[in-house]
């Protein structure tokens, strides 16, 4: 079994001031997405998923096209690319649009659309975010392990310290979880950084106090693994997010408040899995610069070939 990677590239880069999906900041042009997908097909993964807006689709499209031609999976298969989109109106014929919405409905919406087009085991990611291959080794482990499995998911947790930003605050999810490393909760907290007593602090989001946060805490980083029963609970659940909100026009349907929900009702276990990599990204424009010369040394180091394709 090759588990699918469904790759999140419909944001709008509001902060970032452009496309960071195809921005080139590898020594050749690379992106990030074209890293996490060599890592990914190094691990065993058979199938990429885009999700993009459909503004950029013919854009995307015609840059897989090019790039990854020769690209084979560890079977020596051609590697499967499909590309779905998120748009506003993709929402159940009972609700009418509010006409104020201006951006998609969040992380988990955009999984939706994929609902049809993945049929195995699969893992999401952010198309803008740098993983590292030790975390798609990880995951992919993960998903041949559950290929029959039913109810029981993955997080692939960070080090909080090994997710900051030099150019500014972040939101990160602080992961909670039992004995047994199955999650209990994710609590959001807000523009975490290292102050100048060396300290990490954030803004919990629940109760809107600054607090110390524990630079080893796993945090999310929208690294998660499902089986494709996933799809069935959240198509449902977003219904019942759209019956509270769909007059809302900034109110998003996130991947965290569905698992959340999961874990709550019963319906499902997620298994918090530690990865030792260090995420990078492209959060601010300000971090682009840090991201080139981060890929320019791990390709000195012989980690990535230069050009990649």
């Known amino acids: 079994m090759k588990p699918a990677l469904l790759v999140l590239a419909a944001g709008m880069g509001s902060r970032y001031g452009g496309l960071k999906q195809m921005d080139g900041l590898g020594p ?50 051609p590697l499967e690319f499909v590309f779905v989109t998120q748009e506003l109106g993709k929402i159940p014929a009972r609700f009418t649009l509010n006409p104020q919405r201006e951006k998609p409905w969040g992380t988990a919406h955009a999984m ?28 992919a482990e993960w998903c041949r392990a559950h290929e029959h499995s039913k109810g029981v998911y993955s997080i692939i947790g960070f080090e909080l310290d090994h997710t900051l930003s030099e150019s500014g605050g972040v939101s990160r999810g602080i992961c909670h979880y039992d004995a047994e490393n199955h ?12 102050e100048s007593d060396g300290v990490v602090r954030g803004n919990n989001s629940e109760t809107g106090e600054r607090v110390v946060l524990d630079a080893r805490a796993l945090c999310s980083m929208n690294m998660w693994g499902f089986t494709p029963d996933y799809f069935d609970y959240s198509a449902r659940l977003f219904e019942t997010f759209l019956e509270a909100n769909i007059n809302e026009p900034k109110k998003e349907f996130y991947i965290p408040f569905v698992v959340d929900s999961m874990i709550h009702d019963g319906a499902a276990s997620t298994d918090v899995l530690s990865t030792p990599a260090h995420w990078f990204g492209v959060t601010y424009k300000e971090d682009r610069p840090g991201v080139v010369a981060r890929f320019a040394e791990l390709v000195r180091q012989g980690i990535y070939p230069s050009p990649l394709y």
Do not use: W
Not at 38 to 62: H, M, N, S
Not at 121 to 139: C, K, M, Q, T, W
């Open 28 to 77: 050749n042009g690379e992106t990030i997405i074209d890293y996490s997908i060599y890592d990914a097909v190094r691990a065993g993964f058979g199938k990429v998923v885009y999700i993009v807006r459909e503004y950029f689709l013919e854009a995307f499209k015609e840059t897989v096209a090019r790039k990854y031609s020769q690209v084979r999976c560890v079977d020596g298969a």
């Open 112 to 139: 939706l659309m994929a609902r049809d087009v993945i049929h195995e085991p699969f893992v999401v990611i952010n198309g803008d975010d740098f993983y590292g291959a030790e975390s798609f080794r990880i995951a």
């Open 183 to 194: 999650l209990t909760g994710i609590v959001e907290h807000l523009d975490i950084f290292c």
